[in-house]
């Protein structure tokens, strides 16, 4: 198999994750015989460093032609005087809207060496295992007009979305539903938003087509709640932008640390866009402690969604399950009677038990 990955490091500690997440790469292409060729682009505040805009054209060209995109992260203070529309997220809004990257998926499951971190009592997290499938490209954030008015003391955004877009993103998640527990979830807020009552319509009018998997509303409000008091009643959770973005970030912290979760931003033909779900962290960048699991399991995500390689993907969230229980982590974890490591001792770890001897000397002699 051969297959192109483009790589945005991006800003803070971007650089140091996307490090670790290009040494599991090529472990797994030397372990499995694939061939994957990695090409390194700009993006975010470093893009605006170098070129002036937070998405050159030419890593927009570059990632159409790639089979599978990683994605550190952008932001950060220095880039913060900047107006909002130039600003470094401004950039992975443009390669979403631009590649057409409308399902962004969030796995959320606790790793059980980890979940005495948990914010939630131990009994209410055990157990969970949460998707939530959030639409990406529309709504709040995309619509149009969207500007201040009356000199200033006063703004107006649009949230927008036409059938095309919610049907999309609804048989996203049923589908996911159907290998999974055929349960889902769909959150509105169609006791207010004329938006939320066509979603709900055509969840209404999907669940027909998908006779196998039960369906449920809840109100986003109410979702917010049971994240923290029920996490366990919830399987797939479908929602629009904004909520999506809200919700799954709630939910990001309920497995420990925020740093362990990957996500997937995928198009309908399958290419798909891969990153942590935190930020960039400026504050540690460069100290060697950032935690690259979460980056770690998107490259285990990527191999899944986009690759379709099932038993890759497995091998990765397995060696990343395993250095968890010897009881290695990182500074934003802890973990009783375990040892603190940095960043590329805990990507060795995961590379010693994700490859034979001869691949794990091989890689990290070539990142020494």
Known sequence: MFK???LLPGDGIGPEIMDAAEQIVNCIALEYGHQITCETQAIGGSAIDETGRPLPDETVKACEEADAILLGAVGGSKWESLPPS????QGLLGLRKALGLFANVRPVKGFPPLLHASPLKEEVIKGSDILIVRELTSGLY???PRE?????????DTLYYNREEIE?????AFKSAQSRKKHLTSVDKANVLETSRLWREIVDE???EYPDVTVEHVLVDAAAMQLITQPNRFDVVVTENLFGDILSDEASVLTGSIGMLPSASLTQSGVGLYEPVHGSAPDIAGTGVANPLGMILSVALMFRHS???????????QAVHNCLEEGYYTSDLHIQGGKCVQTDEMTRHVIEK????SVSECILNTYA
């Open 4 to 6: 192109k990955i483009v």
């Open 86 to 89: 130039d600003r470094p997220e």
């Open 142 to 144: 995309f619509g149009e």
């Open 148 to 156: 201040r008015r009356e000199e200033g003391n006063a703004a107006i």
């Open 168 to 172: 999309r993103i609804v048989d996203y």
């Open 206 to 208: 999907k669940s027909a």
């Open 307 to 317: 690759f379709g390689l099932e038993e890759e993907a497995r091998a990765i969230e």
């Open 354 to 357: 994700l490859t034979s001897k």
